[in-house]
C-alpha cells in the first residue's frame, strides 16, 4: 500500500459547508486542516490535524498527530498522539510555520488510538483495531473517542465520536453518521527529512 499517496490524500484543506447546509441539526459547519509535518516522527511520516468551527475559525481545536505506521506485508496503520500543550501549535492549520518548532518533545502517545488503513475501490478506509480502546483524560476526567476515516482524491470523511467510557453512549461528533468534507485545497507533498 502506498504510504504516500495516502499523505498527498490527506494533507490539504477540507470543509463540510454542503453536509451542514442540508442537515445543520446534526453536522456543525466545519473547517479542517491536515499539513504534513517538516520532520518525521519517530522516523516516520506524520499529519498534523486541527479543526474549526467555521463561524470561530480564528479558535481551532482538536490538535492531534497521525503517525502513517507502515506494517508487514505492505499494510497501513496511523498511530494518534496528542500535544501535552494543544495551545503551543493552536493555529499551525493556517499558520504552517508554527510546525517548524520541534514536535516530538511535545507529543505524549495516546494508546490505543491506532488505525488499520485498508484500500477500498477509490479510497483508504482507517478503522480502529479490535479490542483497542483510545482513552485520554481531559480536564481531570477519562475521555473515550471511537475514531475512523475515509479518504479519496478530493473527500475526507470523519467518523470520529466521543463516548462516554462507561456506557459506550455516543456524546459528540459523527453520530448520524460520517462528517462529509470536501477538499478546497491540496497542498504540494514535499517529503520530510528523516
Known sequence: MNEFQLIEWLIGEFDNTAQS?????????????????????QGKLAVFAEQSNFLQLDRPYRQRILVIEPQANDQLAVQYWAFKDPNQFRG???????????????????????LDVERVGDRFKATPR???????????????????????????????????????????????????????????????GQ
Not at 445543520?24 to 473547517?31: I, Q
Not at 516530538?104 to 491506532?114: D, F, K, T, Y
Not at 462516554?164 to 478546497?184: C, F, I, N, V
Request: charged share 25%; aromatic share 12%.
Open 21 to 41: 447546509k442540508e442537515d445543520p441539526a446534526w453536522y456543525v459547519p466545519l473547517r479542517l486542516w491536515h499539513r504534513l509535518l517538516p520532520g518525521r516522527i
Open 130 to 192: 479490535d479490542g483497542d480502546r483510545c482513552c485520554f483524560t481531559y480536564d481531570s476526567k477519562l475521555r473515550q473517542v471511537v475514531l475512523g476515516f475515509e479518504v479519496s482524491q478530493t473527500e475526507f470523511f470523519s467518523y470520529d465520536r466521543g463516548v462516554d467510557p462507561e456506557t459506550g453512549q455516543s456524546l459528540w461528533g459523527a453520530m448520524m453518521g460520517p462528517y462529509r468534507h470536501q477538499k478546497r485545497l491540496a497542498y504540494p507533498v514535499a517529503t520530510p
Open 92 to 114: 499551525a492549520g493556517a499558520n504552517p510555520d508554527l510546525l517548524k518548532q520541534a514536535i516530538e518533545p511535545a507529543l505524549e502517545l495516546l494508546p490505543g488510538c491506532w
